[in-house]
């Protein structure tokens, strides 16, 4: 009889089990080894700064290395599709800006990864865009740009194809009498070097790598694409302040991984970068690139990107602007 009741609870047992499916068994607490933060542009970046500053962070919260793995190319194409096609398990996640998302899309005849492979985790920061020329130009103000412009072509340079700054130029071409060639460089520091070294005529990049060459006087500064001034140049007029609304662009730093990465893990991914940016280092860090906090998560930030990106492919189709 006893063995009869051992057999019963026995079957009993692995039916249970199997109605639950495989969640039921237990799983190591994630995380349980190192994890890959893959960013998808060149390292000196705000991008590469930001991922190691909260990197760091998880590295110490979590108990597991957070390694740092860049994979630039492509607009960012090339680090995104990396993450896109790893295993779903929160151990290869992505530190890069809502451009490849949001512009990639409409400015590449051939992605290599769906948009819809990944998932946000969080929207960490946005910036705005420095516009700033060399001043053998001669320009001083927005006034000298916008005659100039009109008289012969000036030459923008980039972080790279489908990067802010290329939109960015392509928006101020077609919104003013200004005439911009599209010059691009791998990553946002040999694309300030070019204004620097008068390679290029200008640029519309981020803010941190033009404002020493500002402050220095070998960059003039004209404007800001932010909706609010910058922190770290207050004086600077905002585009919408000298009447080009159009032209106000913010980039947005975010986090994703792939979509089939279950909630939980989600979750604590979540957690630890939130907490993370409101370190007070992190915080000095996000002012130090001249970085807003943001914080938006899940179906609010997934919103932000679709919106932006509908408003990005109406400038594409507007604009032309192509990815080489």
Do not use: W
């Amino acid at each position: 009889m006893n063995r009869i009741r051992r057999h019963t609870l026995s079957a009993l047992a692995c039916t249970a089990l199997s109605m639950l499916g495989t969640d039921a068994i237990a799983q190591p607490a994630y995380p349980a080894k190192p994890v890959t933060l893959v960013t998808n542009f060149p390292p000196g970046g705000p991008a590469d700064i930001l991922a190691r500053s909260v990197g760091a962070v998880l590295q110490e919260t979590l108990k597991q290395p957070f390694v740092v793995d860049n994979k630039p190319g492509a607009g960012g194409n090339v680090g995104a599709a990396v993450v896109a096609k790893a295993p779903a398990d929160g151990y290869t996640v992505l530190f890069g800006i809502d451009t490849t998302f949001t512009i990639n899309p409409h400015l590449y005849p051939a992605m290599p990864f769906k948009p819809s492979d990944l998932k946000p985790v969080v929207i960490m920061a946005s910036s705005g865009l420095l516009l700033g020329v060399n001043p053998k130009t001669g320009i001083k103000s927005f006034g000298d740009l916008l005659s100039q412009g009109r008289q012969k072509t000036l030459n923008f340079s980039s972080a790279g194809n489908g990067s802010p700054g290329h939109l960015a130029a392509a928006i101020l071409s077609s919104s003013t009498p200004v005439k911009t060639m599209h010059i691009p460089y791998r990553g946002n520091t040999p694309a300030v070097t070019a204004v620097l070294s008068g390679e290029v005529d200008g640029g519309i990049l981020a803010t941190p790598g033009m404002l020493p060459h500002v402050q220095s006087g070998k960059i003039t500064a004209l404007a800001v694409t932010s909706g609010q001034r910058s922190q770290l140049a207050p004086k600077l007029p905002t585009v919408a302040e000298l009447g080009l609304k159009s032209l106000e662009q913010e980039v947005l730093y975010l986090v994703m991984v792939p979509a089939a990465t279950p909630d939980s893990v989600v979750q604590i991914l979540t957690n630890g970068i939130t907490d993370a940016l409101q370190r007070p280092d992190v915080k000095e860090r996000l002012k130090s690139l001249d970085l807003f906090y943001e914080g938006q998560t899940g179906a609010a930030a997934a919103k932000r990107l679709a919106d932006m990106g509908v408003r990005y492919g109406q400038i594409v189709r507007a604009t032309g602007i192509k990815s080489d």
